[in-house]
């Protein structure tokens, strides 16, 4: 129950176009859904997130939609630029964030020229 | 956002020795540190959590006598990893955070054990 599931694995998207990244928890307790950002050989870097008294958030380029009833939330990275490879993790976490954080498998982004 | 610094960023020791990595929280004070393992191009695994003052709790399959976890101050914590062998190598992260903030992520400390 305290999973996180991610997918895609792997995204080769084409510079320009948009990144959809989909993550799937089932711990109704959850209440914080942060993305993360990791680049080879440092931490993660936190991007955006969203609690679920909202079902989208949007900052630049980045785009969060959430879907309570499905259990659903999923990242959109619109005009994907080479700078954007990276891998990309979703999390969730309950009390607002408070509590530790459940990771997702992660998603290797890579944008192609 | 707020800085957590790790040191070191890279560490090679042998076999059977001990090693120490530091987190720290350079402009907050972090009530809660994270500590995580993550091996190459997978998640990251929570190893422990840690508050200022009190002993670290550590997640199932953690051997707390080979992760000692130190939170003396509400800006350091430190990682030993004791006795390391080369099982032990991997990538190491923490992050920090207070109450109803969010977590900020350490730079990573890369371990390889010879």
């Known amino acids: 129950q305290q999973q996180v599931k991610q997918s895609p694995q792997s995204l080769i998207v084409q510079k320009g176009g948009i990144s959809i990244i989909n993550c799937a928890y089932e711990?109704?307790?959850?209440?914080?859904f942060p993305w993360y950002q990791q680049f080879p050989g440092k931490g993660p870097a936190l991007l955006i997130a969203?609690?679920?008294?909202?079902s989208e958030k949007k900052e630049g380029r980045f785009t969060i939609s959430f879907n309570k009833s499905a259990k659903q939330f999923s990242l959109h990275i619109m005009d994907s630029q080479p700078g954007d490879s990276a891998t990309y993790f979703c999390?969730?976490?309950?009390?607002?964030?408070?509590?530790?954080?459940?990771f997702g498998t992660g998603t290797r982004l890579t944008i192609i020229p | 956002g707020a800085v957590v610094s790790q040191h070191p960023s890279r560490v090679i020791c042998k076999s059977g020795t001990s090693v120490k990595i530091e987190c720290r929280s350079l402009?907050?004070?972090?009530?809660?540190m994270f500590w995580y393992r993550q091996f190459p191009k997978k998640s990251l695994m929570l190893m422990a959590t840690?508050?200022?003052?009190?002993?670290?709790?550590?997640e199932q399959g953690v051997e707390k006598d080979k992760f000692l976890i130190n939170h003396a101050s509400l800006t350091l914590s430190t990682l030993t990893v004791t006795s390391a062998h080369p099982e032990d190598s991997s990538f190491y992260i923490c992050?920090?955070?207070?109450?109803?903030?969010?977590?900020?992520f350490g730079q990573g400390t890369r371990l390889t054990v010879v």
């Open positions: 999390a969730a976490a309950g009390d607002f964030g408070n509590e530790k954080l459940t």
């Open positions: 711990n109704t307790a959850f209440d914080y």
């Open positions: 969203i609690r679920p008294d909202v």
């Open positions: 402009d907050f004070q972090a009530t809660t």
């Open positions: 840690s508050n200022e003052g009190s002993k670290a709790t550590y």
């Open positions: 992050s920090a955070r207070t109450q109803n903030t969010e977590a900020f």
